[in-house]
């Protein structure tokens, strides 16, 4: 072997880890970020997972957070560069280690290139070498141990399987597929031994497609060996596993961490067991067929492995199979005058050579093919399945190594001269003048120049967009959008903080503001985090708990008398019933609301054009280059052919990210400029935000309305139940916020009022309906809906005004009997908080005249006047009733409840005699009853109260009134039994209990006197 040969792995090593640290951002991307947070300290959680990578980044923790994103996208480009390394030495391994030494040095070195190129260009691979994800490093392990395993196939040193071993549980601790596949490592660990012993005993070399039963009969002859071997590797990969317990370990250490040491190893163990739940949901119960399609892709790169070599052919020819070996007779190197094919067998006939041979061809083009990512792609089709994108490192590597397996067959075999062919054939007299040898090193040359440079020109715009728009660039923005002072920067979204975490971390204001994740406020080791970091109260000694909503907010009250407090993007909750957002550039002040919360203060001029200063500046010189250009028809044949083979550019899922997050922001900006009544600049806005992202669902409807106003087309609620049935559930309308940020459109601020008003958010539903009042003017149901919250917190003469709108609306149409009574009770009700029962009671007497033969609203009246104690008006309109229906079993009982409440019972009586005559309804018994008690009629009463206990209705207050006439005969005793049934009976802490109560305490007290 040469010395370049011999060098090459490491040479790779070094121009991959050169390219990948050219290529690698500076800051975090999308795909690093998550980490980044973790091993910076941004994000507060711990790592539950990936001990490995947890413990060979230590070093980087102890740097400043500014130097965590840089360091950690190194350490991924040192990783690739390794896993590249490691390529590399096992193509050489795979096929060649033992070859003829006076081949072509080209045939050595391109299958390498070819599968560094494939495998080391590929989108994903390239894009996890430059933005730590973790990924690399968890594939890194399995990668490790096919090397060491081929490596023990030449070397024959147990150290080597040892090696792979320990790797492989240090590998389970990091890659699930490691996990799933522990027994076919075992297996293949075994199979290695007995090809190793076989080849050792035969002196000669085992190949992979011998029969079975040769294999049965090696394992079962070499069993002892393996069982000993199986049991030393079984150690060995416990050990390498044992990592796994270092971040439960280093969890329970950490005295900010609220959770016990059970709770840390619970959360590791959780973290695993939801990992494997997830794929099998995924992949076995979800679509089942989606697991034998990546069954069926991945036989690619296996197949093409699997091609059998077929050992050399002796010089003599010998008739016998080439897998039949027979022990002492070693196989002989092949001769110049031996052609030796990619597929070849002594046996085999023409027509099954060439079989085999287009086979391989196709394999090989399948393979450099699939490095592409095309839309027929494993990788694609899961996402399209499943709706996530996986890295699939490990398909990227088996089938770089499948290509390279077949191309080096091909250059091998080219090397040697074919044999004599029967030239009277004509064809294949044509096919022995073609210089097969001479053209095998061009044309691999020339694939691996079209892969080099497919690859290249497809990916690497995007590989490098990163450094050209840096995801910290959001933070950024947010950070020119502070004044100057000091605070707190609030928001629910993690991703977006750490971005902001990111680019604070590089900024002077570091030390003055605070970045706060409002979803871990109310924990106490969080605040004590924060007071850390900002001593401004953020735990004082009574909030040394972990804190209600209520007390979270209270508390934020406390900090923002002293700081000024920020949110970095639109949200909503229950914080902003006591909070508004005001914005300031890209991000939100938060301020209390005043006694008037409903009412906002109307953003200064000066503040709304410097805002639009802002915009326009950061649209020109940052957004505008991130507007996704249209997608144009293929411009040639080679365009059109290779889209229908599914051929799809590198997506830049950083860009569409960062203009995802900016199209928010615009709409935000947008909502507020309509608000204010600009209604052009909020249109342009709208249409800025759409540009950078087509599907933002809440500027898309926010821009149709406020095209249609600009256009006098008026707006209104028709299609409330069209949106409700496309939405299927007004809880979507806080997921479509947080993707597409506010709206401003009268359906959809209507719906949202009354899902805050579900969820008791009462400013901000009042805050939605007063804007769908302005929107949709003329429509009653938002004003009927700010009456109620108004009525709820006793803003009487909001109430009224409403309710005179409503009704001045209304007049000369067709009114709604239910919004008719339901403004009437509202409005009594707000005049009786007001101790004016005169006006209460004219707007009852109002819904009244507009309804008069409607008894369910007569009836709902009536109620309301007896439940302010206004007898006569709830009288007069029973006698009304009664003047049309005098049988009405139900005016004539409510007639005999107000004669008993006004303390007439003796005029009750003869009103009851005659609701009993016509039926024997119990509330009318129940109510003579009574009425006879108050007469002193205990006879007469207790003939009914007999009668009600035989049915067994009212048990409670008919104990109570049996007790009342027992004590009335001085039958204390009897009187006690009854206090006692009618306690146990009746609702505790009601009127009549408190009653009976007192009454029996009373009795037990005098029979203790005597």
């Known amino acids: 072997m040469s010395n370049l040969t011999r060098r090459l792995p490491w040479l790779i090593v070094l121009g991959a880890f050169v390219l990948y640290g050219v290529a690698a951002g500076h800051g975090v991307t999308i795909h690093s970020l998550t980490i980044t947070a973790k091993l910076a300290g941004w994000d507060w959680m711990p790592m539950v997972g990936q001990p490995f990578l947890w413990l060979l980044t230590l070093p980087l923790q102890l740097l400043p957070s500014v130097w965590v994103p840089l360091g950690l996208n190194f350490f991924s480009a040192a990783t690739s560069a390794v896993t590249l390394g490691l390529l590399a030495r096992t193509v050489q391994l795979m096929l060649w280690e033992q070859w003829v030494e006076n081949e072509n040095a080209w045939v050595r070195t391109l299958p390498i290139l070819l599968a560094c190129s494939l495998c080391g260009l590929e989108f994903n691979f390239w894009q996890e070498a430059t933005a730590a994800t973790g990924e690399m490093l968890a594939f890194l392990p399995l990668a490790t141990v096919i090397w060491m395993m081929l490596e023990y196939r030449i070397r024959h040193d147990l150290r080597w399987l040892d090696g792979a071993a320990l790797v492989w549980g240090l590998g389970m601790t990091e890659n699930w597929l490691m996990q799933l596949a522990l027994p076919a490592f075992i297996a293949g660990m075994a199979w290695v031994k007995v090809s190793s012993l076989t080849t050792r005993t035969n002196q000669m070399e085992v190949p992979l497609y011998v029969t079975a039963e040769f294999w049965l009969e090696r394992f079962y002859f070499h069993r002892l060996v393996l069982l000993k071997l199986l049991g030393r590797l079984a150690g060995l990969i416990f050990a390498g596993f044992l990592i796994y317990a270092l971040l439960p370990l280093a969890n329970s250490l950490n005295s900010e961490l609220p959770s016990s040491h059970g709770q840390v190893w619970l959360a590791s163990l959780k973290y695993s067991k939801q990992t494997i739940a997830q794929l099998h949901h995924q992949f076995w119960v979800v679509d089942r067929m989606l697991l034998l399609t990546t069954f069926l892709y991945f036989l690619v790169p296996i197949l093409s492995c699997l091609i059998p070599r077929y050992g050399w052919t002796p010089v003599n020819e010998s008739k016998a199979a080439p897998w039949s070996f027979q022990p002492g007779q070693p196989s002989q190197p092949p001769g110049k005058n031996i052609f030796i094919g990619i597929i070849h067998r002594n046996a085999a006939t023409g027509l099954e050579n060439w079989f085999f041979r287009g086979l391989c061809a196709v394999l090989f083009l399948v393979s450099l093919w699939l490095a592409f990512d095309p839309t027929t792609g494993l990788r694609q089709i899961i996402f399209h399945q499943l709706g996530i994108s996986m890295p699939l490192l490990t398909f990227d590597y088996f089938n770089a190594l499948g290509a390279a397996y077949l191309i080096g067959n091909f250059l091998m075999a080219s090397q040697n001269e074919p044999p004599p062919v029967d030239t ?297 139940n ?127 005249q507009q309804h008069p033969d409607d008894e369910q609203i007569a009836n709902r009246v009536i109620n309301a006047y007896l439940a302010f104690g206004d007898y006569a008006s709830a009288n007069r309109l029973i006698r009304a009733q009664l003047a049309k ?53 205990f006879a007469a009463a207790e003939t009914d109260y007999r009668e009600l206990e035989k049915i067994g209705a009212e048990p409670g207050r008919v104990s109570y009134g049996l007790a009342t006439i027992a004590e009335h005969h001085h039958d204390t005793n009897q009187a006690v039994g009854y206090y006692q049934a009618s306690l146990a009976n009746l609702p505790p802490g009601t009127h009549l209990w408190r009653q009976a109560s007192v009454h029996l305490q009373a009795l037990e007290a005098h029979s203790e006197t005597k």
């Open 722 to 848: 069209k949106v409700v049935n496309q939405l299927g559930n007004t809880k979507r309308l806080s997921l479509v916020m947080k993707s597409s940020g506010p709206f401003d459109e009268p359906v959809f601020c209507y719906l949202l009022g009354e899902w805050y008003q579900q969820n008791g958010q009462w400013w901000q539903a009042a805050e939605q309906f007063e804007r769908t009042r302005i929107l949709a003017p003329g429509v009653t149901a938002p004003e009927l809906a700010l009456a109620k919250i108004y009525a709820q917190f006793k803003l009487n003469d909001r109430v009224h005004q409403l309710v005179s709108h409503i009704h001045e609306e209304t007049k000369n149409i067709p009114t709604d009997r239910a919004q008719d009574l339901e403004m009437a009770l509202m409005e009594a009700d707000s005049w009786l908080s007001q101790t004016n029962a005169a006006n209460a009671s004219s707007a009852l007497q109002f819904v009244v």
């Open 424 to 720: 009277g054939i004509p064809w294949r007299k044509l096919l022995a003048k073609i210089p097969w040898r001479h053209l095998a090193i061009p044309t691999t040359i020339t694939y691996l120049a079209l892969v080099i440079i497919g690859l290249t020109e497809r990916n690497a715009p995007v590989i490098f967009s990163p450094n050209l728009h840096p995801l910290q660039r959001f933070g950024e923005l947010a950070l020119e959008s502070l004044p100057t002072g000091h605070g707190a920067m609030l928001s629910d979204q993690p991703q977006k903080l750490s971005v902001f975490q990111a680019a604070l971390s590089q900024s002077p204001k570091a030390k003055d503001w605070l970045a706060v994740d409002t979803r871990l406020l109310p924990w106490v080791s969080y605040r004590a985090t924060l007071q850390r970091r900002q001593p401004i109260g953020w735990l004082t000694e009574e909030t040394r708990h972990d804190l209600s909503t209520p007390e979270m907010i209270r508390l934020l009250e406390q900090i923002a008398q002293t700081n000024r407090l920020f949110f970095l993007h639109p949200s909503s909750g229950t914080l902003f019933e006591r909070f508004y957002q005001e914005p300031v550039g890209s991000i939100y002040e938060l301020k209390l609301r005043d006694n008037h919360p409903v009412e906002l203060s109307p953003l200064p001029t000066s503040s709304i054009a410097a805002n639009e200063t802002f915009w326009t500046t950061v649209w020109q010189k940052e957004l505008s280059p991130l507007v996704a250009e249209p997608a144009l028809p293929p411009a040639n044949w080679w365009q059109k052919k290779i889209q229908r083979l599914g051929y799809i550019p590198a997506p830049q899922l950083q860009d569409r990210w960062l203009a995802d997050w900016y199209s928010v922001a615009l709409d935000g900006w947008g909502v507020a400029l309509q608000r204010q009544g600009r209604w052009p600049e909020a249109k342009q806005r709208f249409e800025q935000a759409l540009q950078l992202n087509t599907n933002n669902y809440s500027a898309q409807i926010s821009l149709a309305c406020n095209t249609n106003i600009q256009s006098g087309i008026n707006q209104g609620l028709a299609n409330v």
């Open 885 to 937: 229906t005098p049988d009405d079993v139900h005016a004539l009982n409510s007639q005999a409840a107000i004669l008993l409440q006004s303390g007439e019972p003796a005029a009750a009586i003869p009103v009851l005699d005659h609701v009993l005559t016509l039926t024997n309804l119990v509330a009318a018994r129940l109510n003579r009853a009574n009425a006879q008690i108050l007469c002193r009629h």
